[in-house]
Each structure stands twice: as structure tokens, then as C-alpha cells.
């Protein structure tokens, strides 16, 4: 049985010796961390208590400046293999798509052969990237991209991570209602409430 209170510490120290030697978690990230680790650490028993599903990925909301993305990259210190997930940011792949075209679409959803096989990936910042113009055609590459991997999810069980500072009618704003709702399929929704403050200020 794993003790959450003895992990938080340790990711706290993690925390202060990989991203700054100040780090420390506020007692209201408790519940999102918890969230996050017993998902990550398998953790069956914790997940139904908490009612994260398992075979689904997360989709962390929440404002500007409270550790979303840094909660997942602490994540990658503990997880377990089954659960492992390249990290990248909405922004990369938007400008990978600049350079490479409709090939980055494909990347992230269907993968390369021998090079970049179909796996769990975490998107970062999803609202940060713009749409781009290739040859002259407009994409909203996050939204073709989260629609493949909805294929994946489906038919594969392949999960896919999201952080955003946007909200769920942002999100359906940007991206239309069809990625609003198939986020709400494949993902646990963990939504971090917006009066909470940036840390960093």
C-alpha cells in the first residue's frame, strides 16, 4: 500500500533538486497531486477511490502559472512502466508542423515506422499554439492532431495527456465542440479551480 504522504515529500524533494532549490507544493495542489501519482503509480484501489479510470488518459486544466506542467514532468520520476508518456509542448509540435507539414500530424498520431512508434503522449500548453498556415492552407494541427489520437484511444488503448490554462468552452471555442467532446471520452478531467493565484508573482 502505498503511503501518499511519504510521496509527496519525496516529490518535493525532487521538485527542489531537479526544478528549483525553493519548490515546495501548496497544501491545495495535495488533491491534484495525489490525483496524478496514484494514476501514474497503477494504483487501482486509490484510482476507483478517487474515480480516476485508469484505461483513460488526463486532461489537467487549471490557470497560468500553478505547476500543471511541472506536476507531470515529476510524474515521469515515478511512474510506472505501463503508464510511461513522451512529454512535448502544443507550441514544438506547431512548429514542427512549420518545417515538416502534414507528416507532424501524422507523427503524433499514426507515428513512424522505426522512428517514432505510435505510444502515450503528453501535450503541454494545449491554447498556446496558433493556427498555422502550410502552403498557403490553414490547419488547427492540435485539433486534427487530438482527433487521431481519439482513433488511437479507441482502438488501441493509446492515451494522451493535455494540460491547458483554457477552459472547457475555450477549448470548445478554439478547437469546435467534437474535440470538446471526445476530450471528455478519453480523458479524466482534472480542473483546477481559476481563482487559484499564479505562484509565480
Not at 533538486?17 to 501548496?26: A, G, V
Not at 489537467?60 to 512529454?87: D, S
Not at 482513433?151 to 483554457?166: E, Q, R
Request: net charge positive.
Amino acid at each position: 500500500m502505498i503511503n501518499y504522504q511519504k510521496l509527496l515529500f519525496h516529490l518535493e524533494q525532487q521538485g527542489r533538486k531537479h526544478i528549483h532549490p525553493n519548490y515546495t507544493f501548496q497544501k491545495e495542489d495535495f488533491p491534484y497531486i495525489v490525483r496524478l501519482a496514484a494514476y501514474f503509480l497503477n494504483d487501482e484501489e486509490k484510482c476507483k477511490e478517487l474515480q480516476m479510470d485508469l484505461s483513460k488518459g488526463i486532461l489537467l486544466t487549471g490557470p497560468i502559472g500553478i505547476g500543471k506542467t511541472t506536476w507531470f514532468r515529476l510524474m515521469q520520476r515515478i511512474m510506472v512502466k505501463e503508464q510511461k508518456f513522451f512529454y512535448t509542448t502544443c507550441r514544438d509540435v506547431s512548429f514542427e508542423f512549420i518545417k515538416e507539414g502534414y507528416n507532424t500530424i501524422d507523427k503524433y498520431s499514426k507515428g513512424i515506422p522505426f522512428d517514432f512508434p505510435m505510444k502515450n503522449i503528453c501535450f503541454d500548453d494545449l491554447g498556446t499554439e496558433n493556427n498555422i498556415k502550410y502552403f498557403g492552407n490553414e490547419c488547427n494541427v492540435m485539433a486534427e492532431i487530438i482527433l487521431s489520437r481519439y482513433d488511437l484511444f479507441m482502438n488501441l488503448n493509446i492515451k494522451t495527456h493535455i494540460t491547458t490554462n483554457l477552459s472547457a468552452s475555450e477549448i470548445e471555442k478554439y478547437y469546435t465542440e467534437r474535440v470538446r467532446s471526445r476530450l471528455r471520452q478519453m480523458m479524466n478531467v482534472l480542473a483546477v479551480p481559476a481563482s487559484r493565484k499564479d505562484k509565480r508573482n
